[in-house]
């Protein structure tokens, strides 16, 4: 029998991410994060061998290759690093000692310059002799966009960098061009609504895509820039002219989902996008002189990753990798379509999620991240056949065993307006049907996020599957909810909510409650429900507008009140505040009972349960304000609540000290409020 798990046990749990290939393909550089703890590995391919190649303290977020393969630029503790191999100098260097936060490093295509962000514009270092330049745009650079897209991308012939800016004046983001060799703006976008994507075809043409109507309406344009890039004149910027075309528009009257990326084939000539007119997620090529759209995959799945995964044209244009879930709704394998004719072969065939598939340079291997039942996620590499997979990383410690992996149950369940909710199930190890436990409802954030079958590839819904598992071990039934509003099962499920944000999906973890309570071996007494961001808000909103179906509450940086946040999401993420205003059909004045749904605080009267609620002051997501108004209004209504704030933290929080202490809290409320020990 195994050891019992502790908490040091899940706080133990690594995640590899952000992985790229060595330009040569013959390793893989990735983060490896550990709870603030984060540092830039590399991976040699052929031996299997690890090396970390940052040194100090902290976190890593982000990092470039560089073209020719032997340094590295990466991001620590908000400064930009060099790695550079023995051969060629010391390592690591620091960039630049200046004030304020640096991100993004992105090498020139012929290596001789580094660019980075910072709040005020772009910056370029020169390896050769250590200069500095900075170059000033119309309004700060984006921090970062709502579809997790780069902010700044060098053209390809190093001549200009396409920017995606804050315009103070229009309330969204514009897209511009700077002309390197002068630091010149030579064409920029003017929009009421925010760009969203700016990809570079060749060093003439870019493509972008502009978010219109409330996310209803997304047109992708092909830009084509005439004029003198490579140098300015002594008198100011040479004219550049620009002809936009209309390439493609997507609408939908409910709010289309964020954008996945257009990816742009090896020889320029089509693009190849999402598209979801059909009622699901699938691959078209988007021809880029004609505006042809033709379909690559189609079928009752979602050909997409979590997150923001993308497809991935093969180095010679002839194959497109994906992941999708057309094996299973809450699972991903990894497949590639030909784009000549369309036929389809599955790469992965283990149970679980594979998902952000990157093709080696040559094409001859794939490496991608893969998690499952007893697997966390992990770094894999499988040749371009689906032949010889093989595990790079092992982030799951040692004292985990196979007995500490609850086999999830995939359930379904009635809920409003006669919808199926799917759901997984995980029981605690040796369970005794004749005993009566505890028992937990998870909810996922975003919303448009999945629970899936196993460990999730994401680090913080990992984070929470292991400290699930640790739960089981003590005794604790936890039922993973995919409310709609989430991905997965089609459009018409996504699109679940609209008009109903805080209602339907709502009802969806009330009903997961009111499910657990039917099992034989569950306490109806003591079920609770859980949740993160989204899951948080939502957790509250169950507590509020479902106040006889859970005995506790616990929340994580959920939103309270669904109008303050929105204003505060307009400055900041236009894009994601968009989305939201569109599920809500509309702006408050339109719609103010829809609106007055999605708040969970104008419910507070209704409470009963006690609500335990964590915030960190630094989350970017999710303004601290929200958490301050929760307990204002529990105050004054008199409700029973615990309030947990965490100095200069984010909103999944960062470091190990935080989430200790934040189990151990949770921990403490499932003790005192739903009785672990019966």
Not at 500 to 522: Q, S
Request: net charge negative; hydrophobic share 40%; with cysteine.
């Amino acid at each position: 029998m195994a050891q019992p798990l502790a908490l040091d046990d899940v706080l133990a749990l690594k995640h590899p991410g952000r992985f790229r290939w060595s330009p040569n393909g013959r390793a893989l550089a990735f983060i490896w994060s550990h709870l603030g703890d984060d540092h830039l590995w590399l991976a040699e391919i052929a031996t299997g061998f690890l090396a970390q190649l940052s040194t100090r303290p902290g976190c890593v977020t982000e990092f470039d290759w560089h073209p020719r393969g032997d340094a590295i630029a990466y991001v620590q503790d908000d400064d930009v690093w060099v790695w550079r191999s023995a051969a060629t100098g010391p390592s690591p260097l620091r960039v630049a000692q200046t004030p304020g936060r640096e991100w993004l490093p992105r090498w020139s295509p012929d290596g001789s310059l580094l660019a980075f962000a910072r709040e005020d514009g772009v910056w370029t270092w020169s390896p050769a002799d250590g200069t500095l330049r900075a170059y000033a745009l119309p309004g700060p650079l984006a921090a970062e966009t709502t579809t997790g897209t780069q902010t700044f991308r060098w053209a390809p012939d190093g001549a200009a960098m396409a920017c995606v800016f804050a315009d103070a004046d229009e309330r969204g983001w514009d897209l511009a061009v700077l002309r390197v060799a002068d630091g010149k703006v030579v064409w920029r976008t003017h929009t009421v609504e925010p760009e969203g994507h700016a990809v570079w075809i060749d060093a003439r043409r870019l493509v972008y895509s502009v978010a219109l109507d409330l996310h209803r309406r997304r047109e992708h344009y092909l830009v084509g820039l005439i004029g003198p890039l490579s140098r300015g004149t002594a008198g100011g910027a040479a004219p550049v002219g620009a002809r936009p075309r209309l390439l493609h528009t997507e609408s939908d009257p409910r709010g289309l989902i964020f954008g996945v990326e257009p990816q742009v084939a090896p020889d320029g000539r089509a693009l190849l996008i999402v598209l979801r007119h059909t009622g699901w997620e699938h691959l078209y090529a988007l021809d880029v002189e004609s505006g042809a759209l033709r379909q690559l995959t189609d079928g009752t799945c979602d050909d997409t990753g979590h997150g923001f995964d993308l497809p991935q044209w093969s180095p010679d244009g002839r194959r497109v990798l994906f992941a999708s879930n057309r094996t299973d709704p809450g699972q991903r394998q990894l497949w590639t379509v030909e784009v000549a004719d369309g036929r389809l072969r599955q790469l992965t065939h283990t149970p679980g999620s594979a998902v952000q598939g990157l093709w080696a340079s040559d094409g001859s291997r794939i490496a991608y991240l893969y998690s499952g039942p007893a697997d966390p996620p992990d770094l894999w590499v499988v040749d371009a056949d689906g032949t010889a997979p093989y595990r790079l990383t092992r982030s799951l410690p040692e004292t985990w065993t196979a007995d500490h992996h609850a086999q999830p149950r995939a359930v379904t369940f009635a809920s409003v307006k006669d919808w199926t909710i799917h759901g997984y199930l995980y029981l605690p190890p040796g369970l005794e049907p004749d005993r009566r436990h505890p028992a937990l409802v998870w909810v996922h954030g975003g919303p448009m996020r999945q629970a899936v079958f196993g460990w999730h590839p994401s680090y913080g819904d990992a984070l929470f599957h292991a400290f699930s598992l640790y739960l089981a071990s003590r005794g604790v039934v936890t039922l993973a909810v995919n409310y709609r509003g989430g991905v997965g099962y089609g459009v018409a499920f996504e699109q679940g909510n609209y008009l109903a944000l805080g209602a339907d999906d709502t009802a969806d973890v009330a009903a997961a409650g009111r499910f657990l309570k039917t099992l034989p071996y569950v306490d109806p007494g003591r079920v609770g429900v859980w949740g993160i961001s989204y899951g948080g808000r939502l957790t509250m909103a169950a507590l509020t507008k479902h106040p006889d179906v859970f005995a506790l509450g616990i929340e994580i940086a959920g939103v309270w009140n669904e109008s303050r946040k929105t204003a505060w999401a307009e400055r900041r993420y236009p894009v994601a505040a968009a989305y939201f205003k569109a599920r809500l059909g509309g702006y408050e004045d339109e719609r103010p009972d829809v609106w007055r749904e999605a708040s969970p605080g104008l419910w507070v009267h209704q409470m009963r349960a006690p609500l335990v609620a964590f915030h960190g002051t630094r989350d970017a997501s999710v303004p601290f304000s929200q958490f301050d108004e929760m307990v204002q209004d529990c105050v004054r209504a008199g409700k029973m609540f615990e309030a947990h704030y965490y100095p200069d933290e984010t909103h999944v929080f960062t470091f190990r000290q935080t989430w200790a202490d934040v189990f151990r809290k949770i921990e403490h409320a499932l003790d005192r409020y739903l009785r672990l020990g019966g």
